[in-house]
């Protein structure tokens, strides 16, 4: 059996190698379409990723509406909470875990005055945070309700802000000055970057620089360090005339979290903030029945529109690329067997069987489509390069060519060549021996 | 010529003409597309910003600390006084955003104060007397801001300007009889009187967010002085923005150091600024434009490896045909009649289809309608590649003699 196998190689190559021009433009019509659709769909599988696969299905945002159906966005409740709103939901404490953030930018003093100041970007949240999205520590960890409950001065700092601040040394108990303001630092994270940002999607932030430093949310408030990401008023009005009007007002800004690990814990949820609601209405607040959210990570990333319009599309082009350079390697190999008729014709007439003849072309359809699996794998290599001309380059920053796309490309070229390859084979067994000899 | 040999030629070739006229139909779906998708990023590319764009850059200034919004107002009127004094500048002003910015305020506009929903959104820029010289934004009616109206205001103050300056097409989305001037409206809640009108002056972002209001922007007579910092528009006379974009930093820096201006993104151009607003909208059309040719070029080549094949299994018929008295020219357009039968079918299912891809994208992606001239450009340019493709075969086959009638295959 395998010495038939290195037969029909030897056959195929050598009928490959009769008509180069043709077996060029097979291979080529393979590689690219190979390699447009690999290049896409690499950038598809970059931005539209699990970013926390291993919790995903039990982390959740809700969303309370605040607005009311003549002010929302086609019925929906706004994508973030406003400090009462938020507030609340701490207090009820309802789910195992839960945290509320907000994006704050922050002036860090370098220790030696030599240095200039720089601008860190971070996070004010509770200390949930770190637990609940499985944040991994480098040194330290992060900090507990005590600290959020008592507002106190402490900090979680990036491996990266930590090598630029203290050399990379274990700076926990170290204090960093931001904002004029001292922190004791309880916590240097590992280099964590989920993409896209799940957590803050609301201000934009899915492929943002990673995180330098967090802080409690709690002091941040009291502190009036005001939020560096969005801020959604919404037309009612109801915003406030300074600082504390805006915290009491409607103003939505906080991104909330609740992690809820079963069906139960989700039902009881959904029933505990259609509940607040309800009294939220009853107090004259809400004039509206509860119109509550309560999303997981994927459903939250697909209404929040994670993956780009311009990855859809050309993830659907580069499939109708794929599938017009099959069209065209059938009308190739078709042409190829088919010249072939009388060769055909010969062997079957001298006992080959009609399995023979198919096994012998698959073997040769096989062979373009090797090659042009290694041709595309080459062209998605440099199309790779040229990832970041086209995709934004926090986009294409993160497309990457690695041992699982190059075996992807290549099963992709050799499975679409044989399936090209059937009806060619087909028709080249159809052929009947007697006809084929008679004709000559 | 008559067609009718030819269509029963191809009767007996029905894989082949199949797959080819498949292949044309599906390259002429995607090439009428993938143009259309190109012209409308491209046309996008060059809106205006009504901003002097060759000669203007932006410069985000952040402050160390928290300092009050006193002492912001102050800083940021020592900071403008000294970019406007600075060699090679000609104005300098300060606001919460700018022209392709990607982010910023915007907010509703109601016509009378009882009113549920907004008349429209629009952008809001902050500005002082010298905002529409530095963004060289022409002044169409009314009058610009007066110095002693401009006031400072914190983050959270409520936002209630007496007067403001509105773009021609917020002025005439809100009264349509061309007289906004002197007109009240009611934003964020509050009475406030338009007292002049602008050109054009593009939205904070042109990104589908934003694309509501579009080029609905308004200036309110307010220095936004608040802790997290802002943006310093500079406009340089001409031929000096580089060394302006150099020197203002180093200026800003000498006469107050506790300030972050990032060494990265601190200080843009507006070139720059339009390159990444418009980033993914270029990346697009060059993708576009990749795939159309590659895509062109693969259905060209199995024109031509196909058309080549039947020449090949023809030849004894060719010269039988030769033999009996057609001429080369004959043989040549029997093959090109041949292609431009098989081409025409291909491009009336390419149509279709063209038709049916761009019908589903506009309801996935928000896109518009497919314009009837792309389906022609594109038909044509299929039928003239496959003609072209077309011919080195053909011109093959005419040059088949007639004795090969008499050859054995």
Redesign the interface.
């Known amino acids: 059996m395998s010495g038939m196998f290195v037969h029909n190689l030897r056959l195929g190559a050598a009928s490959l190698r009769r008509n180069v ?2 077996t060029a ?1 097979m291979i ?2 393979i590689g ?2 190979v390699a ?1 659709s690999m290049v896409t769909f690499a950038v598809f599988r970059a931005v539209s990723g699990d970013p926390i696969p291993q919790k995903s299905s039990q982390l959740f945002v809700p969303q309370i509406d605040n607005r009311g159906p ?1 002010y929302n966005r086609r019925g929906e409740p706004p994508d973030a909470l406003n400090y009462t709103d938020a507030m609340a939901l701490m207090r009820a404490h309802k789910a195992p875990h839960q945290t509320m953030l907000y994006p704050v ?1 922050m ?1 860090v ?1 370098p220790a030696d005055a030599q240095h ?4 860190a970007s971070g996070y004010a949240t509770y200390g949930d945070f770190f637990s609940m999205f499985e944040v991994p520590f480098q040194y330290g960890s992060g900090w507990g309700s005590e600290q959020d409950e008592g507002r106190t001065p402490v900090a979680v700092i990036s491996r990266s802000l930590n090598q630029k601040l203290f050399g990379g040394a274990n700076s926990v108990g170290r204090e960093i000055v931001m ?2 303001h001292p922190y004791r630092i309880v916590g240097v994270t590992e280099n964590w970057d989920p993409k896209p940002r799940f957590y803050d999607m609301f201000s ?1 932030n899915a492929y943002a620089n990673p995180v330098q430093v967090y802080i409690p949310f709690t002091l941040a408030v009291q ?4 939020t ?1 990401g ?1 801020n959604n ?1 919404g ?1 009612d ?1 109801k ?5 504390e ?2 915290l009491r007002g409607e103003c939505v800004w906080v991104s909330p979290w609740v992690e809820l690990n079963t069906a139960e814990q989700v039902q009881a949820y959904r029933q505990f903030l259609d509940g607040y609601a309800k009294e939220q209405r009853d107090a004259g607040r809400f004039s509206w029945a509860p119109n509550n959210r309560l999303r997981n990570v994927h459903e939250w990333l697909d209404y929040e529109g994670a993956v ?3 990855s ?3 993830l659907t ?2 499939l ?2 794929l ?3 099959l ?2 390697t ?3 190999l ?3 067997f ?2 072939r008729a ?1 060769e055909i014709g010969v062997r079957r007439a001298l006992g080959a069987s009609r399995a023979d003849i198919y096994r012998q072309f698959l073997a040769e359809a096989g062979m373009v489509g090797v090659a042009g699996g290694t041709l595309g794998v080459l062209l998605t290599a440099i199309g790779m390069l040229g990832v970041g ?5 926090h986009i294409a920053r993160l497309a990457r060519l690695d041992a699982s796309l190059v075996l992807l490309a290549l099963s992709v070229a050799i499975a679409s060549t044989v399936l090209a390859a059937f ?1 060619p084979t087909w ?1 080249a067994a159809q052929v009947q021996p007697a006809w084929q000899l008679k ?2 | 010529m008559d067609i009718k040999p030819i269509l029963s030629a191809l009767r007996r070739h029905k894989a082949g003409t199949v797959l080819i006229a498949l292949q044309i139909a599906l390259t002429l779906a995607i090439v009428c597309n993938a143009l259309f998708i190109i012209h409308q990023r491209l046309s996008h590319l060059s809106e205006p910003t009504g901003v002097d764009e060759p000669n203007t850059f932006v410069i985000q200034n952040e402050w160390v600390g928290t300092p009050t919004s006193q002492r912001v107002d102050a800083m940021m009127q020592e900071d403008l006084r000294v970019l406007r004094l600075l060699p090679g500048v000609r104005d300098a002003t300060a606001s919460n955003s700018y022209p392709l910015r990607g982010g910023g305020w915007d907010d509703g506009i109601k016509l009378k104060p009882d009113q549920v929903k907004d008349t429209t959104g629009s952008a809001v820029y902050f500005g002082d007397e010298h905002f529409l010289d530095t963004l060289d934004l022409k002044l169409i009616a009314g009058r610009n801001f007066r110095p002693e109206e401009i006031t400072a205001m914190d983050v959270r103050d409520k936002l209630a300007p007496p007067v403001m300056i509105v773009t021609k097409p917020l002025a005439d989305k809100l009264f349509p009889d061309g007289d906004a001037v002197g007109k009240t409206i009611y934003f964020v809640g509050n009475p406030t009187t338009i007292v002049g009108e602008v050109e054009l002056m593009q939205s904070q972002s042109v990104e589908r967010w934003a694309s509501a209001f579009a080029w609905r922007s308004l200036i309110v007579p307010k220095r936004l002085a608040i802790s997290l910092g802002g943006f310093y528009i500079v406009r340089a006379q001409p031929g000096q923005l580089n060394a302006v974009m150099r020197s203002a930093p180093a200026a800003l820096f000498k006469s107050n150091p506790r300030r972050v201006i990032s060494d990265e993104d601190g200080v843009l151009s507006y070139a720059q600024i339009r390159d990444k607003a418009y980033e993914s909208d270029r990346g697009m059309a060059i993708l576009m434009g990749v795939i159309c040719l590659v895509l062109l070029a693969i259905t060209a080549a199995g024109i031509v490896g196909l058309t080549s094949f039947w020449v090949g299994q023809r030849r004894k018929q060719i010269g039988v045909r030769r033999a009996l008295g057609a001429t080369r020219q004959d043989i040549l357009h029997y093959f090109m009649t041949e292609n431009l039968l098989i081409s025409c079918g291909g491009a009336l299912m390419g149509a279709v289809l063209a038709i049916a891809i761009n019908l589903w994208m506009v309801t996935r992606f928000e896109m518009h309608r497919l314009s009837l001239a792309y389906l022609v450009a594109g038909v044509t340019i299929l039928l003239l590649l496959g003609q072209g493709a077309v011919l080195a075969p053909a011109l093959r086959a005419s040059r088949v003699p007639p004795v090969e009638a008499t050859r054995s295959v």
Do not use: T
């Not at chain 1, 200039?116 to 601008?119: A, E, H, I, R, V």
């Not at chain 1, 502190?223 to 005001?226: G, Q, R, S, V």
């Not at chain 1, 915003?239 to 600082?243: A, K, L, N, W, Y």
């Open positions: 021009l043709l433009l080529m019509s690219f379409g447009a003549q930018g002036s003093m200039m100041p720089f601008k904002d004029d934009g502190l009036k360090i005001d560096y969005n008023c037309s009005g915003r406030g005339d300074d600082h009007g805006w780009p319009p311009e859809r599309i050309s082009l580069a109708g690329f599938v017009i350079c069209v065209n059938i009308g190739l078709l042409a190829k088919m010249r009388p001309l086209v995709f934004e380059p009806y028709r004709s000559n």
